[in-house]
């Protein structure tokens, strides 16, 4: 944590000299977003068509890490197959289509399929894919059926989001036994708790936008799925997560967020806008949007170049695929449920929302300094715009809710235990940095 690693002063430095957006160049995305779209999806298809062998399940079976990515691969590259057919209205005659089709009605994937039944959902991504294109193989439909005649793939004990997993897939294959009545399933998820924008974890936002892509069928149209609008509101959860992963430059998980933005119809197009914005700045010449930074590489060690490459950008590339393709889709009414006063907002905003963006990202990591010296300067912009203010004012609330029962700030257990153990005493910590944060934040409590 830098509340340990830094000075307060070297925050105040680090706050100053952030890499916020430059307004006088602006990007007018609303002229050309149709163009932008379609040449990055364009990008995605061929970067994705040039690593086919990649996605294959039968990998290094002395590598379970390697072999369980290229089964997840595998799955999850089905489902850009499956969306990019349907939504393009058209077949795919390409050699990734082709993989498929033979894979799926060969005997080796029926034997992975049977292997292990609580494992079906690695595989049935691409069954679905593939009858629904017409060319599942009788002896395959089999293999599945039997599987799901079984106890094993039912005992698996889930969590809402890949419970609507589970439910999706029966669905589409056609399978007559139901999980359970999806609103029920519902109700139980993060869908019906709106995710608190700051104490959420990554792995909480991939279930709030799992819940809503398996519910809508990654805006596929299905004979099977008739399910109506959800009426959850998820527009200031939206933004405001947008806002702090685009900090975080974690585009994978801001590129699903506007996905089930699109689909639930409550995606502002300035948003759309905002993003590309962001993208901008990490456009590589191949056109692709890159994946996030993978902090743990030691499965990756070993590995060819080209490989790395690979694992570390597939699942974004296949994610921009679909996002924009969804967007382009549904681009008329993908705003028809926002709230008239977020319908529109001005570009010349940008630059404060952006900021307001590395405020959720510091306060989410709980490094209050940094947050309040962001604040401050918020605030003295004395901005007019009424979502930045909202924005200020939920950054505001949320360290007040810091405060402890002895009127001090921050709850500091793990890091004064840390500073004791490296030689200090609890006064200390008291002295040199709780008390100064806690003048900070006081001092942020009567700002206005």
């Avoid at 990055?40 to 379970?64: H, T």
């Avoid at 709030?208 to 527009?235: A, R, S, W």
């Avoid at 700045?281 to 490459?309: C, E, F, H, M, W």
């Avoid at 959720?360 to 940094?370: D, M, T, V």
Wanted: hydrophobic share 40%; with cysteine.
């Amino acid at each position: 944590m830098i509340l340990l690693t830094g000075s307060l002063c070297y925050l105040v430095l680090e706050a100053k000299q952030l890499n916020v957006l430059e307004t006088d160049n602006e990007y007018d995305l609303m002229n050309h977003i149709i163009d932008d779209i379609d040449h990055m999806i364009v990008c995605a298809d061929r970067w994705i068509e040039a690593r086919i062998d990649y996605f294959s399940p039968l990998g290094n079976w002395q590598d379970k890490k390697d072999r369980f990515l290229r089964r997840k691969a595998f799955a999850e590259a089905a489902i850009y197959m499956y969306v990019t057919e349907q939504l393009d209205g058209r077949p795919k005659n390409n050699q990734m289509r082709g993989f498929f089709i033979d894979f799926v009605n060969q005997k080796e994937f029926r034997d992975l399929v049977l292997r292990k039944a609580n494992q079906l959902l690695l595989y049935g991504a691409a069954v679905n894919y593939v009858k629904t294109i017409g060319h599942l193989s009788q002896a395959t439909e089999a293999a599945v059926l039997k599987v799901l005649s079984r106890k094993p793939v039912w005992a698996v004990e889930r969590v809402p989001n890949r419970i609507l997993d589970l439910w999706n897939f029966i669905e589409v294959f056609g399978y007559v036994n139901k999980v359970a009545d999806v609103k029920s399933i519902i109700n139980l998820s993060c869908l019906n708790h709106q995710l608190d924008v700051i104490d959420s974890t990554l792995h909480d936002v991939y279930a709030f936008t799992h819940v809503l892509l398996f519910y809508y069928n990654f805006g596929v149209f299905n004979i099977q799925i008739k399910n109506e609008k959800l009426t959850t509101d998820i527009e200031s959860c939206l933004i405001g997560l947008v806002m702090r992963y685009c900090a975080e430059n974690n585009f994978d998980v801001v590129l699903e967020l506007l996905y089930v933005g699109a689909l639930h119809k409550q995606l502002p197009r300035w948003l759309v806008e905002y993003v590309f914005v962001q993208l901008q700045r990490q456009q590589q010449a191949d056109g692709i949007v890159r994946g996030p930074d993978n902090p743990d590489k030691s499965s990756l060690t070993g590995k060819s170049d080209d490989y790395i490459i690979w694992a570390e950008n597939y699942h974004t590339v296949l994610v921009s695929a679909s996002t924009f393709r969804v967007i382009r889709k549904n681009w008329v009414d993908i705003d028809l449920q926002v709230s008239d006063e977020r319908r529109l907002l001005d570009a010349g905003n940008f630059n404060l929302l952006e900021q307001c963006g590395h405020v959720l990202f510091a306060l989410s990591r709980y490094e209050l300094p940094l947050a309040i010296c962001l604040l401050k300067e918020l605030i003295g912009e004395g901005s007019k715009c009424k979502l930045v203010n909202e924005m200020v004012s939920y950054c505001k609330d949320y360290i007040e809710q810091q405060k402890d029962e002895e009127g001090n700030y921050g709850y500091w257990s793990d890091e004064r235990e840390l500073f004791c153990l490296n030689g200090g005493t609890k006064e200390q910590f008291k002295q040199e940095l709780a008390d100064p944060i806690t003048d900070m934040c006081r001092e942020l409590a009567t700002e206005v």
